[in-house]
């Protein structure tokens, strides 16, 4: 069975700290990454997607995949109070175009 | 907004009702998406929808019904659901179902079953 891992949390950041979420994911043929953030009694909203091993930095964010250790991280810079909400991590694997497994996301709380 | 409305936003039933969720996207989108979100447990994916046609049911017990009757339109019928389909049920479409396209998410249902 494929399965996505993210740390459930709560991370506590610091205002103006770095933080940083990470998914391992367990399909090795998985092509496409990406990075959810749901604030509570809301839907998600995709904030960042990656394709390929390196990193991709997108204002303060930043995520980072390494394909060989089935591995991806998003880094949130200048850490802000309304970053405060919960991160989900999806992958599409190689089988199905459009199918997403996600992680049951990591609860980021930055504290002023 | 992201320009995918769901209704009711809150919904409590009980086990012997038949109720149905309603989904609406104003993208001009060909393909939609029924998704579960349970507590502690991460989004499920329930069906898709492409043009109209299902592509995918991934083996989601027949108490929960999709239809749909054009693109622009989802529901989920519901019926002697049991207590553990609590949940907030999400509906989401993108362009089409190639992957490349975001998947943009309706508010939720928040489903309740006494």
């Known amino acids: 069975q494929k399965e996505v891992e993210q740390n459930s949390g709560p991370l506590s950041v610091p205002e103006g700290a770095i933080a940083s979420l990470n998914c391992t994911y367990s399909d090795r043929v998985s092509q496409s990454f990406f990075w959810y953030r749901q604030y509570s009694g809301k839907s998600p909203e995709l904030i960042m997607s990656?394709?390929?091993?390196g990193d991709k930095e997108d204002g303060r964010f930043t995520a980072q995949l390494n394909k060989a250790s089935q591995y991806v991280s998003l880094l949130i810079r200048d850490s802000q109070p309304s970053d405060s909400a919960t991160y989900l991590c999806?992958?599409?694997?190689?089988?199905?175009?459009?199918?997403?497994?996600f992680g049951k996301g990591t609860l980021l709380t930055v504290n002023p | 907004e992201t320009g995918v409305t769901q209704t009711p936003r809150h919904l409590v039933m009980g086990m012997t009702n038949k109720k149905s969720l309603k989904c609406e996207q104003h993208?001009?989108?060909?393909?939609m998406y029924w998704y579960k979100q349970s507590a502690k447990k991460p989004l499920e994916l329930m069906f898709v929808?492409?043009?109209?046609?299902?592509?995918e049911n991934n083996s989601v017990p027949s108490r929960f019904s999709p239809e749909c009757p054009n693109s622009s339109h989802l529901f989920l019928h519901l019926h002697t659901l049991q207590p553990e389909d609590s949940a907030l049920y999400l509906c989401?479409?993108?362009?089409?179902?190639?992957?490349?396209?975001?998947?943009?998410f309706g508010p939720g249902t928040r489903l309740t079953v006494t």
């Open positions: 989401a479409s993108s362009q089409d179902t190639s992957g490349i396209y975001e998947q943009y």
């Open positions: 929808y492409s043009l109209e046609e299902r592509v």
């Open positions: 993208l001009g989108h060909n393909a």
């Open positions: 999806a992958v599409r694997s190689g089988g199905s175009n459009y199918k997403l497994t």
């Open positions: 990656i394709y390929s091993n």
